[in-house]
Each structure stands twice: as structure tokens, then as C-alpha cells.
């Protein structure tokens, strides 16, 4: 494999270079080899297998696959080199960018043939413009992450001088300057800013390339530069975008599959932000059924703010990404909610309660929802603007809201924010704790589960995405009008019994160990295995108790739960 082959030539310049004398101008340690500058040449004979498998994809002969492909192949390896794509992620090997931009751009490419880009031409227009599409296409799949080089790594030389995205890929800079090895750091809390990508991309497409590209229209170049900066076309279809994106996913979730077969659990989550924002921007802009302040509608728009009714604008999210066949996406409305708080894309209600109540007009009842920390970030580009109602929209219980002045709105091009608040004092774990077994549910079980309580899963991102899709399907039958209920309170927490997961498809080991590295359950014997044996819909039932604490709607003082702080 190439990552390997990269692993293993970094791995042997590392040795050589602990053996050697230390620089005197270095501000490194000995333990930090760095990168040797390697020619390109020896990057792409590493990728040999995946540009062959491109090149046979492309179709056409070894002139035009050399012009068309391998250049830009070349000129990209120029610019990301060994550079890994995530400091402890996917593709965190040495020359793991170079592999993510060439796999996505094989899926993009290979995607094509399966579309249409140009359907309402003539056929001999599109027999001119289908080869610009494809090419387009791969370039988009080839470059989609080339803004992590601006903003997310810092690569310097052994003096500490860094090296300028912006003005030259990386191997020019290393050879005017006479380098044979350079040194990479992470940015502290760098945020994704995929625009970025735009200011790399002359480094890799030459201007010729974008010319012949917009030959015959005016289409192929925005949509390409769409994909690459993430914003979206309002009121197109970009095809490239959707292929990109699907391939992005894939090769994203096989990378961290394999990575948890070899290396331990890997870090699930961490790219899905985009998509999920992306499918937002969509059915805000599109969806009859997110038209801000009409009746029924999943957005409102108040004074106070741009609110989503949730979990009802997560299951539409679900269902768009699920037919745009992206891979990893994940399903329970829970997940979505942490992923997008921790993103900055939405904003808590409280340090303990992630939705909000809201009583639109017309409403009967309070309905829960989300709050978006910008509207700009649903509204910007919305033609008109939709203008927000002269009253906020919070639910306060004996609060009747009032009018303000003007009515706000969004105006079309306001310059979005993604950028996440500092983060929280990490959360403190749930505690394992002793449980006595019960037979039954108990006067102390009724008092801990008001009636208006919406109950749902509170579960830290690190917990398996199967596992965590199961077990919030289960706490939601808690609610009403959810069916029957397939856990139930017990004096410690909640009882899930094993079948439930195996119904939903999850092995109980699986989920037993994944609950037990996060520390969400209590368990009946310190020293004994996390199951308890209870009488649960008149049969005894094996099952695992779930710290209250990880569900969201229970009184915690109707439980035993154990204080901060014990062991």
C-alpha cells in the first residue's frame, strides 16, 4: 500500500536522521526527524496501483492522461507532499492528503459515468462538454481538501522559518531554499475554512486548464469552485458537488474502518459537520417545509433568534443525506445535536440542556427546538430575505412576550461564521456506581420521570455511532407517543435489557464495552460483569443500567446517583 510505503520511508529517514549530529540552528529536537523533501517523482511511484486504476477510469490515451491528469497529479503532490491530512485522525500517516485528494478524485471520477451533466443540451453540446464535466469532476475530488494546508498545519524548516501557502507549493520552496527536510506542526484549534482552498488551487490548475474548462459556458467553472469552497449553488443542481461529497464520505469512512481494524478505535464524527450544515443550506433554500414563519413550517424566525423544531428538521436531514448515499452519516437526531453544538453551528439553551422551548404564533404548545448561532448561517442567500417576527419566540412559563421594534432580516450575502466558541470545561464522567437489583418500578422510579419531560440520550461523541443510534432509538420510547417503552427507570438509572440491542441490530458485547470505555453505566458489582437481572414486561430480563446522567428530561433527584468525585 502507498501509506505504508510512505509510513516506512518516513520511518527510515527518522533512524537516519537520531543518528546523525544535530544541527546547531535547529530549534527541533533530535526525536523530531521531521519529513525528508523527496522527489514528486517518488510520491506518485508510490501511488502507482491508484494512478494506473485513475488512468484506466479516465479513458483515453497516455498523451491526454498525461496532460490532462497527471500534471495536476504532479503539481498537487508539489503542494501536500508527505503532509498527513489530520494530526490523529483519518489519513494521519505521512503522505495520507496525498492519498485522500487521489482516492477522492478515483470515486468522484468513476461517479460520472452514472450522470448526466448536461441534459437539457443538444447531444452534440454535450458530447463537447461531458470530457470538461469529467475532468472538472476529478480536479473537484483532487483539490477538496487542499484549504488544510492554509489553515491547519504550519510547516517550517530546520531554522523554525515557515513555509508561505499562499505564494508556492511546498517542494518549490524547499528547493529555493536548498532544504532536504522540513517539519510540520498542527494549529491549535484550527477551524475548517474551505474557501481557503481556493487560494492554493493556482498551485495545482493552471489558468489554461481553467480556460479550457469554461470553453462553450459559463457553468463548469463556478460549480467546480463551489465544490472546492463549500457554498453552495442556490437554485442549481451541482452534480460535481454531489459526487465529491459522496466520494469524500467513503473514502473518509473506509479510512477510519481500516484505521480501527489496525490501530485502535478511531476518531468517528469529525468530518460530518460539513455535510450536516450543507443539508441545512439546502432544505432552507429549497424545502417547502423550512419556508421561515408559515404555519407548520420547521423554521422560525423571532426576535431572539433562527430556531429549527427538533428532532422534526433532524429526520429531514437524515432522509436528504440518505439519498445523497453518503457513508457515516449518522441517523439519531442526538448525534447530529452534539456534533453541531460542538461545530458552533448551534447554541445551548443552558450548560445543562442543549434544545430550547419556543411558542411560535399560533402554536398550541411549547415545541422544542434547536437555536442557530447565526441566522446568516441558514438565511445568507435566501432570496428575499425572510424577515423575522416582531416577538421573540423563547417560551418563558408565566412570560407573555412582547413586540420589539423593526423586524430584522438577513441580507443576502452577509458573510457566514462557523467558527466554534471556546469549548466547555470538559464534562465530568458518569461514575461507575454500586445498583441493587428491584424487582419492579417503585413510587421513588414515577417521582424521577415528570410528565412533561422529553427524554433523550446525552451520550459524549466518542461513543461508537452504532452503539449510540441504538441506545438513543431505545431512550426515545420513553416519550409519549413514541409506542411502547423498551427501557425503563430503576433506582439507579435507566434499564436497558441486551434484546433491545440485539433487536436493533447490535451485538450486546459491543455495546457493553462501548458504554463501559465511556463510562455510561453503573454497575451492579464492582468486580462483576455491567448486567443486572430484573422482571421487565412480566418476564425476567437481562439488561445494562444507564447512568441517569447521560439521559436528558430525568430528575436526578429521584435517583441514587453517585457524587461527583467517587471513584
Known amino acids: ?38 522527489p514528486v517523482e517518488d510520491l506518485l511511484a508510490g501511488e502507482a496501483d491508484l494512478i494506473a486504476r485513475i488512468k484506466l477510469c479516465y479513458g483515453t490515451d497516455r498523451d491526454s492522461f498525461e496532460r490532462d491528469v497527471l500534471t495536476l497529479v504532479r503539481h ?12 490523529d485522525n483519518y489519513f494521519s500517516k505521512p503522505g495520507g492528503l496525498f492519498r485522500l485528494g487521489l482516492e477522492t478524485a478515483f470515486f468522484s471520477l ?39 494546508l492554509l489553515s491547519h498545519v504550519i510547516v517550517t524548516d530546520a531554522a523554525g522559518e515557515a513555509w508561505p501557502p499562499f505564494l508556492q507549493p511546498l517542494t518549490d520552496w524547499l528547493a529555493t531554499r536548498g532544504r532536504e527536510r522540513y517539519f510540520l506542526r498542527w494549529r491549535p484549534q484550527a477551524v475548517e475554512a474551505r474557501g481557503l482552498g481556493l487560494f492554493a488551487l493556482p498551485h495545482v490548475v493552471p489558468s489554461a486548464v481553467m480556460a479550457d474548462l469554461s470553453e462553450g459556458n459559463a457553468v463548469i467553472v463556478p460549480h467546480l469552485l463551489a465544490s472546492i469552497s463549500g457554498i453552495p449553488v442556490y437554485r442549481e443542481h451541482n452534480i460535481l458537488d454531489e459526487l465529491v461529497r ?23 464524527g469529525s468530518h460530518l459537520e460539513r455535510y450536516l450544515v450543507d443539508a441545512l443550506r439546502r432544505l432552507a433554500s429549497g424545502n417547502q417545509a423550512w419556508v421561515a414563519n408559515r404555519e407548520k413550517t420547521r423554521l422560525w424566525f423571532g426576535q431572539d433568534g433562527l430556531f429549527l423544531v427538533w428532532p422534526g428538521a433532524a429526520e429531514d436531514v437524515h432522509q436528504m443525506l440518505e439519498a445523497d448515499q453518503l457513508a457515516g452519516i449518522p441517523k439519531a437526531p442526538e448525534t447530529m445535536l452534539e456534533l453541531l453544538l460542538a461545530a458552533g453551528v448551534f447554541e445551548a439553551a443552558a450548560a445543562d440542556r442543549s434544545t430550547w422551548s419556543i411558542q411560535p404564533p399560533g402554536a398550541k404548545a411549547p415545541l422544542e427546538a434547536v437555536k442557530l448561532s447565526a441566522p446568516a448561517i441558514l438565511l445568507a442567500g435566501i432570496d428575499p430575505p425572510p424577515v423575522a417576527l416582531p416577538q421573540a419566540l423563547e417560551f418563558k412559563p408565566g412570560h407573555t412576550p412582547t413586540p420589539t421594534s423593526p423586524p430584522a432580516t438577513v441580507t443576502s450575502g452577509t458573510q457566514l461564521s462557523l467558527i466554534p466558541p471556546p469549548e466547555a470545561p470538559a464534562d465530568t464522567q458518569a461514575r461507575v456506581a454500586p445498583v441493587e437489583e428491584i424487582p419492579r418500578a417503585s413510587a421513588q422510579e414515577l417521582a424521577s ?23 438513543a432509538d431505545a431512550v426515545r420510547t420513553l416519550n409519549d407517543g413514541m409506542g411502547p417503552a423498551t427501557v425503563c ?79
Not at 119 to 135: D, F, K, N, T, V
Not at 256 to 265: K, N
Not at 506 to 527: D, F, G, I, Y
Request: glycine share 6%.
Open 110 to 148: 468513476q461517479g460520472t459515468d452514472a450522470h448526466i451533466f448536461s441534459g437539457r443540451m443538444s447531444i452534440s453540446a454535450r458530447r463537447q462538454l461531458e470530457p470538461r464535466w469529467r475532468h472538472a469532476t476529478f480536479i473537484a475530488g483532487l483539490c477538496c481538501e487542499l484549504h488544510r
Open 246 to 268: 459522496r466520494s469524500l464520505a467513503l473514502v473518509i469512512d473506509r479510512n477510519l474502518a481500516a484505521s480501527a481494524d489496525r490501530y485502535g478505535s478511531p476518531q468517528y
Open 76 to 87: 498537487y503532490a508539489a503542494c501536500v507532499h508527505l503532509l498527513p491530512a489530520t494530526a
Open 1 to 38: 500500500m502507498a501509506e505504508e510505503w510512505a509510513t516506512s520511508h518516513y520511518l527510515r529517514h527518522r533512524r537516519a536522521a537520531m543518528a546523525a549530529t544535530p544541527t546547531p540552528v535547529s530549534s527541533y529536537p533530535a526525536s523530531d526527524p521531521g519529513f525528508a523533501a523527496v
Open 489 to 567: 427507570t430503576v433506582a439507579q438509572g435507566v434499564f436497558v435489557p441486551l434484546e433491545d440491542f440485539v433487536r436493533r441490530g447490535v451485538q450486546p458485547s459491543l455495546a457493553m464495552r462501548a458504554l463501559t470505555e465511556t463510562n455510561m453505566l453503573v454497575k451492579p458489582n464492582r468486580n462483576g460483569p455491567p448486567t443486572l437481572s430484573r422482571e421487565f414486561n412480566g418476564k425476567p430480563t437481562v439488561g445494562i443500567v444507564l447512568d441517569p446522567r447521560c439521559v436528558s428530561g430525568l430528575d436526578l433527584a429521584g435517583f441514587a446517583v453517585p457524587p461527583t468525585g467517587e471513584g
Open 449 to 471: 420521570t415528570p410528565p412533561s419531560a422529553i427524554f433523550a440520550l446525552q451520550a459524549p461523541l466518542r461513543l461508537n455511532p452504532v452503539v449510540r443510534d441504538a441506545l
